[in-house]
């Protein structure tokens, strides 16, 4: 199963971007999908998360009502829409997908998916 992540980049403070994470070699629609944070010298979070039927779950301190994750089955990616980017949101952004009854694997200090992709790296400036 392979996963890569698009979209990031160096932005202004305020404004948006949005990552892509596109998924191959699954059956896309029974993937349970996350994105992750990697902040320079702290540990990997889990941000946001979209389940098979399309709920999802948001790590509120950190999100704060500015992202919205989505999925497109049919082209097997999943989105991260990021608005109102601040300084501390800069970091690696990193995709992970599992799927029901999957064992959770580690990627550096990243935990809670099956499957990871290697990233991609956000930078806001203030």
């Known amino acids: 199963v392979q996963l890569v992540e698009s979209g990031g980049g160096s932005v202004s403070a305020g404004r948006s971007l949005r990552l892509s994470c596109t998924v191959n070699?699954?059956?896309?629609?029974?993937?349970?999908l996350a994105w992750y944070r990697q902040s320079p010298g702290l540990d990997c979070t889990d941000i946001a998360k979209?389940?098979?039927?399309?709920?999802?779950?948001y790590r509120t301190y950190v999100v704060q009502g500015r992202f919205a994750i989505s999925r497109d089955d049919s082209r097997s990616t999943v989105y991260l829409q990021m608005n109102d980017l601040r300084p501390e949101d800069s970091g690696i952004y990193r995709c992970?997908?599992?799927?029901?009854?999957?064992?959770?694997?580690?990627?550096?200090?990243?935990?809670?998916?099956?499957?990871w992709g290697k990233g991609t790296t956000v930078t806001i400036s203030s």
């Open positions: 070699g699954y059956a896309f629609e029974k993937l349970r």
């Open positions: 992970g997908a599992d799927f029901f009854g999957s064992q959770y694997t580690t990627s550096g200090t990243c935990t809670g998916s099956t499957y």
């Open positions: 979209i389940f098979t039927g399309g709920d999802t779950w």
